[in-house]
């Protein structure tokens, strides 16, 4: 009887307990849903159905990452639609993407990557280590943008499902490095897709609605492999202007806005539900002096005298996107990065003195055509006065749009440019190349610079490798191939209740994932 008893008590108490846990978790998980708190012990995010819009300024030609050129593609799917075998954090430092983890052999030619496991495609497709040797294969038999970091990719095989090879036929230090950017996007072979208006990848969003030029709509990816996305969906808005941005944001057609122009600040005007983020970007703003014979600053002493004579602290003073002073061609959040600005501090005594040596008149009679992009009118309008008032040049200040510039910037037809360097050339690597390639549009020629920068690049470990673009910088600043202004801000406005949104080189790369309204 005692027995029966306890069995009975003890059965109640399992009821009651039962019944106390799971009203607890209802009371959490509704405090949890109606306070945006996402996180339950030991059971992760809880996924919601909140919505987000994002207005940006450039919308992508298509929706074909493989072969559609500049950076609003890569915002708008790298990292949320498709994935990389490595990918880059905030800080521009690499994480485990992918691959969970890589080894590198001693002379730096064998590359081994292990896959996550249980990987898959949204359309539920697994993705495995053949889909990589396919990608990779195709990148490079296709010519996709960025291919040609790839260059020295001898062979790739997957020696089972979790594991891929890469074997290089030379050092590649950079290779890590393309490989968390396009060249190492993973896509699905199994796939026959119009990639112009349709994307498969394996991130955490698909793309449910595409308005070529106007919108795209991210819905979380329901079978991601990993941590699901924060919201249900995001949906990206493009816009002819940052006025229209503005506006969008105080009617709250968007929670989340990255303007284009310096003076973000306006925008706002006070408004107590916006705020300005500023963050760091690779973007770098510069003088590129043409260095061929047909230039005046093919002479290092002009070149020199230039830089010791413009007042770089005071220009950036007048733009509200200057970051901080820039001495070379290498950002802060790049790798190899030095400050340099201490070689040639603002000292018009010097400059002049460097000067004297043409004679009065001949810098005002020598031709000067200077190239300045339209969203830069000001700051170019600033430099051309200094050029002028200090120097006596007598400045021809073209404004133009992006294509004008690069198209004559390749034909020679400037003398300076006002250029902005985004990090990343058009292969893939590091922009600070185009100081030892002689056939870019900045003819610039230095022995010294072209082999140490050979020199990093046979670099077989990271820390060689910084060393090696530091050393080149170094030279490249002092022979003054261009004067580095300033690094930009990166920059974006949201709804002081929006959490989760990137600060950092929001120009090339915005995840997604973690954004949430509160």
């Given at each position: 009887?005692?027995?029966?008893?306890?069995?009975?008590?003890a059965r109640?108490?399992?009821?009651f307990?039962?019944v106390?846990?799971a009203l607890f978790?209802a009371?959490w998980?509704?405090?949890?849903q109606l306070?945006?708190?996402?996180?339950?012990?030991?059971?992760g995010?809880?996924?919601?159905?909140?919505?987000v819009?994002?207005?940006?300024?450039?919308?992508?030609?298509?929706?074909?990452?493989?072969?559609?050129?500049g950076?609003?593609?890569?915002?708008?799917?790298?990292g949320?639609?498709?994935?990389t075998?490595?990918?880059?954090?905030?800080?521009?430092?690499?994480?485990?993407g992918?691959?969970?983890s890589w080894?590198v052999?001693k002379?730096?030619?064998?590359y081994?990557?292990t896959?996550?496991?249980?990987l898959?495609f949204?359309?539920?497709?697994?993705?495995d280590?053949?889909?990589?040797?396919?990608?990779?294969?195709?990148s490079?038999?296709?010519?996709?943008?960025?291919?040609q970091?790839?260059?020295s990719?001898?062979?790739?095989?997957?020696?089972?499902s979790?594991t891929v090879?890469?074997?290089?036929?030379k050092?590649?230090?950079?290779?890590?490095r393309?490989?968390?950017?396009r060249?190492g996007i993973?896509y699905?072979?199994?796939?026959?897709?119009?990639?112009?208006?349709?994307?498969?990848?394996?991130?955490?969003?698909?793309v449910?609605?595409?308005?070529?030029?106007?919108?795209?709509?991210?819905?979380?990816?329901?079978?991601?492999?990993s941590d699901?996305?924060?919201?249900?969906q995001?949906?990206?808005?493009?816009?002819?202007?940052?006025a229209?941005l503005?506006?969008?944001?105080?009617?709250?057609?968007v929670?989340m806005?990255?303007?284009t122009?310096?003076k973000?600040?306006e925008?706002v005007a006070?408004d107590p539900?916006?705020?300005?983020?500023?963050?760091m970007s690779?973007?770098?703003?510069?003088?590129?002096?043409?260095?061929s014979?047909d230039?005046?600053?093919?002479?290092?002493?002009?070149?020199?005298?230039?830089?010791?004579m413009?007042?770089t602290?005071?220009?950036?003073r007048?733009q509200g996107?200057?970051?901080?002073?820039?001495g070379?061609p290498?950002?802060?959040l790049?790798?190899?990065?030095?400050d340099?600005?201490g070689?040639?501090?603002?000292?018009?005594a010097?400059a002049r003195?460097?000067?004297?040596?043409?004679?009065?008149?001949?810098?005002g009679?020598?031709?000067?055509?200077?190239?300045?992009?339209?969203?830069?009118?000001?700051l170019g309008?600033?430099?051309?006065?200094?050029?002028?008032?200090k120097?006596n040049?007598?400045?021809?200040m073209?404004?133009?749009d992006d294509?004008?510039?690069?198209?004559?910037?390749?034909?020679g037809?400037?003398?300076?440019?006002?250029?902005t360097?985004?990090?990343?050339?058009?292969?893939g690597?590091d922009?600070?190349?185009?100081?030892?390639?002689?056939k870019?549009?900045?003819?610039?020629e230095?022995?010294?610079?072209q082999?140490q920068?050979?020199?990093?690049?046979?670099?077989?470990?990271?820390?060689?490798?910084?060393?090696?673009?530091?050393?080149?910088?170094?030279?490249?600043?002092q022979?003054?191939a261009s004067?580095?202004?300033?690094t930009?801000?990166?920059?974006?406005i949201v709804?002081?209740?929006?959490?989760?949104?990137?600060?950092n080189?929001?120009d090339?790369?915005?995840?997604l994932?973690d954004?949430?309204?509160?």
């Amino acid at each position: 009887m005692t027995q029966h008893k306890t069995h009975d008590a003890a059965r109640r108490w399992s009821i009651f307990a039962a019944v106390a846990t799971a009203l607890f978790a209802a009371i959490w998980l509704g405090w949890s849903q109606l306070s945006h708190q996402d996180i339950l012990p030991g059971i992760g995010p809880l996924q919601t159905n909140t919505t987000v819009a994002v207005g940006l300024r450039q919308a992508p030609g298509s929706l074909d990452i493989r072969t559609q050129e500049g950076h609003a593609i890569d915002q708008a799917l790298l990292g949320n639609v498709y994935e990389t075998l490595i990918q880059r954090d905030q800080s521009n430092n690499l994480k485990p993407g992918l691959a969970r983890s890589w080894k590198v052999s001693k002379d730096a030619l064998t590359y081994t990557f292990t896959l996550h496991s249980a990987l898959r495609f949204s359309n539920g497709h697994d993705l495995d280590a053949s889909d990589v040797v396919w990608s990779l294969q195709q990148s490079i038999r296709k010519h996709y943008v960025g291919w040609q970091s790839l260059g020295s990719l001898s062979s790739v095989r997957n020696p089972d499902s979790s594991t891929v090879v890469i074997i290089l036929s030379k050092p590649n230090p950079a290779l890590l490095r393309a490989l968390a950017w396009r060249p190492g996007i993973v896509y699905d072979s199994q796939a026959p897709i119009d990639y112009a208006n349709q994307a498969i990848g394996s991130g955490p969003f698909i793309v449910s609605g595409y308005d070529a030029g106007r919108s795209i709509t991210l819905r979380r990816n329901d079978s991601y492999w990993s941590d699901p996305a924060a919201s249900s969906q995001v949906t990206l808005r493009y816009y002819a202007d940052d006025a229209s941005l503005a506006r969008a944001l105080r009617d709250s057609s968007v929670s989340m806005a990255i303007p284009t122009g310096p003076k973000i600040e306006e925008l706002v005007a006070e408004d107590p539900v916006l705020k300005v983020v500023d963050g760091m970007s690779t973007q770098k703003v510069l003088l590129a002096y043409k260095g061929s014979t047909d230039s005046i600053f093919s002479d290092l002493h002009v070149r020199q005298a230039t830089r010791y004579m413009l007042d770089t602290t005071a220009l950036m003073r007048t733009q509200g996107d200057a970051a901080q002073q820039l001495g070379g061609p290498i950002s802060p959040l790049e790798p190899g990065y030095e400050d340099l600005t201490g070689l040639f501090p603002h000292d018009e005594a010097k400059a002049r003195s460097m000067f004297a040596y043409f004679g009065p008149r001949y810098l005002g009679e020598v031709p000067f055509t200077f190239l300045v992009p339209q969203r830069d009118q000001a700051l170019g309008e600033a430099i051309s006065q200094e050029l002028h008032d200090k120097i006596n040049f007598t400045v021809h200040m073209q404004v133009v749009d992006d294509a004008t510039l690069q198209a004559r910037m390749a034909k020679g037809d400037y003398t300076v440019a006002l250029l902005t360097m985004d990090g990343t050339a058009i292969d893939g690597t590091d922009d600070a190349e185009y100081f030892a390639d002689t056939k870019s549009p900045l003819r610039y020629e230095n022995g010294a610079a072209q082999q140490q920068y050979a020199k990093a690049m046979a670099a077989t470990n990271d820390d060689d490798y910084r060393e090696g673009m530091k050393a080149y910088a170094r030279i490249v600043s002092q022979d003054a191939a261009s004067d580095w202004l300033y690094t930009r801000k990166s920059r974006v406005i949201v709804k002081t209740k929006l959490a989760g949104y990137p600060r950092n080189m929001v120009d090339q790369l915005l995840p997604l994932k973690d954004l949430l309204p509160r």
